[in-house]
């Protein structure tokens, strides 16, 4: 019985005799009237109806005039709206702003002949036609001609918002683009073919946004970085002027270095090349909606954005479905796409969709020069942008290493992680002179950053062994410490407004860490201190970190690593437990590798899957050398040297306050023990055992040995002795250094 009455309702008529078409037939029947009649209406227009094309055509001139053709547009859109409602909008607003399009149009249009009964009368068919008089006779009767062209025109922009959702700016942009054009075409001639960075359109014709609905959330953050552009223009004017910049020492000392201003050209790098391959997204679409609807869950698909190396599907789940029961079905889709690994973002921040991420059949590869070249990049806020690449609609992402402050990049072997480091300094080097941004470079490694050696933007040479990157960590605290204290005395919060005011500028400093893994093994309380330290403090006098690990696991990315570099970025990793290290979630084990990353930071909390930004070592060379034949690496010795000072908080030097009363306390005592200096000096462990440890380097104790105690190898009265000794050791070791 069941089965009968749901065959009934199937059919065309009840039992009364009343219809019972189902909505889809109806919507049906309606759009195929809808596109029967505008074909009809084309084919009369072009001559090719017949008799009763004639008669047709002849009805549409007396209707629209010379806008004959807005009558099967106008009919076309509605069929379209049938097809297709806008998911977040009412239709009946659309269909109200074309129906005001034609109406305003068709009074323009008429606007072209006089407002005269008699001539109308001979006119018939022409000008806007009846439908163009409707609006244009009361309004120019009543005011006049031109204030009856305004308000018509004022109409039709009004119906133009309407249909497309678009803010008044953003359709002031499109209406002028064609005269910004040519604007910018005459201009671009007599600009310097020498110019840093040039400008093109946020997303290239490669990747498109196939809508199949009328989601512009996006213009939003376009609106936005308009009206930031009079800043920008200001900071990149401050930006071109060549100022002496500093570079202080733990000592106090600071070395004015050489100011050279280096234009390097973009054509040192590759332009894009190749398009990425999505495959039949049509039936894609359907292989979706299909297989969630055969576990239950009904879904209404969204637009599609292909992207450099996934291409996104979006839908809109029914009312009441659960997101944890679509993201379950992972397996599943990736199953019935015939494609592996399937990522789902549920949902996409902003909107109220998921996203389906399938991988492209062929992907395209994005270089370093399209995200240098994009309106991203020319409006940003601040010289220490970084251009990370691009995300899975296509749009170059660019992101603020001020703000960050610091970065985190972790992954597994042949993910791109040496690339993603190679784009971020070439990012930094195509903004900043030598002057104001120096890099401390450190390679355990010996490999990844051999390349950028004598380059003029280092402050010491690449750092390859650990006592050295021990060393210029402690460097960098005194240095931190030094530059806190200038500012204090000048009155300035940060770098910014104290390079801004005073004549001595400050150079930003950016340490990069090819491997922390290695460091952390070999000296991992001092690194992992120092590195906290630098995180918490450093920001405010332009002192930056970008880390870099092969191997992120919880003794490498620490707990208190992660809570002080929030701004993190994870290539493919092996597990899920790898990437909830690094991001603290899931999805960095699905992605494809070869610069597929996930990017969090403290602005950004939802991760945001981006192709990275390519650099091979050839553009890297072109780079190098070009900046090598401009000027010459001015090397601070001191950082990376052995006897360096300016431990900023590591007091391990022979001239810690406290260690002539450890010397005199051994001395005197005999007694020789961290837990004895710790009760008699009132110090912490780490101190206590950092000065016996000098002591022990001074040759004042023995060795420790197990639970037994230290042995006092001198006598009070030989400690002159020692005293005026010690240089003459000193030195010797730094003979045998050089």
Known sequence: ????????????????????????????????????????????????????????????????GWGVWLFPIFLIVLAA?????????????????????????????????????????????????????????????IFGFWVSLLVLTLLFLASLLLIFDLPLSHLGKILFSPFAAIVDFFGGLFQSSGARISSQGERDADYQVHHFSNDEEEEEEDEKEEEDEGEDEEEEEAVAETSESLSGLG?????????????????????????????????NRELIKHTLENFGISVEMGDVSVGPTVTQYTLKPDSGVKLSAITSL??????????????????????????????????????????????GFMKRTSNLALALGKDVTGLPWVVDLERMPHLLVAGSTGSGKSVALNGIILSLLYQNNPADLKFILVDPK????????????????????????VNALKWLLGEMDRRFSLLAEAGHRNIQTYNQKEEERLSYIILVIDELADLMVAAGSEVEGAIIRLAQM??????????????????????????NITARIAFSVASLTDSRTI???AGAE????????????????????????????????????????????????????????????????????????????????????ASFLQRRMKVGYARAARLLDILEARGVIGPGDGAKPRDVLIRPDERDILDSTQPEIDNADENEEF
């Open 1 to 64: 019985m069941a089965r009968r009455r749901s065959y009934r309702s199937r059919s065309f008529f009840s039992r009364s005799g009343g219809p019972l078409l189902s909505e889809d037939t109806t919507s049906g029947l309606v759009v195929l009237l809808l596109l029967a009649l505008a074909g009809v209406s084309i084919f009369s227009i072009l001559g090719l109806a017949g008799p009763f094309g004639v008669f047709w055509l002849s009805a549409l001139k007396n209707l629209f």
């Open 81 to 141: 709206l049938r097809i297709r409602p806008p998911e977040e909008r009412s239709s009946g607003v659309v269909i109200f702003g074309v129906l005001l399009s034609v109406l305003s149009l068709s009074s323009l249009i008429d606007s072209m002949i006089p407002l005269d009964a008699t001539l109308r009368q001979q006119l018939v068919g022409e000008g806007g036609g009846y439908i163009g008089l409707f609006l244009r006779y009361p309004l120019e009767t």
């Open 251 to 283: 000592s106090g000392k600071s070395p004015r270095f050489k100011p050279v201003n280096i234009d390097l050209p973009l054509t040192l790098l590759m332009a894009s090349t190749g398009k990425p391959t999505s495959g039949d997204i049509d039936a």
């Open 330 to 375: 992972s397996n599943d889709l990736a199953l019935a796409l015939a494609a592996h690994p399937i990522r789902i973002e549920a949902p996409i921040p902003g909107r109220p969709l998921v996203g389906i991420e399938v991988p492209n059949k062929a992907v395209a590869r994005v270089h370093l020069r399209e995200i240098l070249e994009s309106d």
């Open 446 to 469: 010996r490999v990844e950053f051999s390349i950028y050696q004598h380059m003029p933007h280092l402050l010491t040479p690449i750092i390859t062994e650990v006592p050295a990157t």
């Open 538 to 563: 450093s920001r405010a006098v332009g002192i930056h970190l970008i880390l870099a690990t092969q191997r992120p696991s919880v003794d490498v990315i620490t707990g208190l690593i992660k809570a």
């Open 583 to 585: 991001l603290d979630t």
């Open 590 to 673: 699905k992605l494809l590798g070869r610069g597929d990353l996930l990017y969090v930071s403290a602005e950004v909390t939802k991760s945001k899957r981006l192709q990275g930004a390519f650099v091979g070592d050839d553009e890297i060379r072109e780079v190098v050398h070009f900046l090598k034949n401009k000027a010459t690496p001015e090397y601070v010795t001191e950082i990376a040297e052995k006897k360096g000072r300016g431990a900023g908080g590591f007091d391990d030097e022979p001239d810690d306050p406290l260690y002539a009363d450890a010397e005199d306390l051994v001395l005197t005592t005999r007694k020789a023990s």
